[in-house]
């Protein structure tokens, strides 16, 4: 089996993303003190302490996905006076990006494991 190097771990390239009707989007997946930042930053939410635990997985969510885009890169500012249901539909769109991304790591990892197995199972065999 091959070793899993800090380079591949470290290594974050952006990704160019088209959306259909709309046009082009540079995102990238975050690093860990970029997603406590998101974190940090849904929790400033002012009905942070009235939501319940799926609004705050929503909130969390979208700082995330917010965080995530490249280019346009979009001040506070611009953010708060977006078009609610069009930032809404970037948000959705980043989200599934990166569940894809995920989906194919843990995939790729899932049919190592499988063939891992297969094979143990295939030299146990008489």
């Not at 997946?29 to 009235?50: F, V």
């Not at 930032?87 to 194919?104: C, M, N, P, S, V």
Request: net charge negative.
């Amino acid at each position: 089996m091959t070793k899993i190097t800090s380079e591949q771990i470290i290594r974050n390239e952006p990704e160019v993303l088209s959306i259909p009707e709309w046009g082009e989007i540079t995102v990238k997946l975050l690093t860990e003190g970029e997603r406590r930042e998101a974190e940090i930053e849904a929790m400033k939410h002012p009905m942070w302490d009235k939501m319940d635990l799926l609004e705050k997985g929503r909130e969390t969510t979208r700082q995330m996905a917010i965080k995530m885009i490249v280019e346009p890169k979009l001040s506070k500012e611009e953010i708060e006076n977006s078009n609610e249901q069009k930032l809404g539909a970037l948000i959705y769109f980043i989200t599934q990006w990166y569940r894809e991304k995920t989906d194919i790591l843990l995939g790729f990892k899932a049919k190592q494991e499988m063939n891992s197995f297969l094979e143990q199972k295939k030299d146990r065999e008489p």
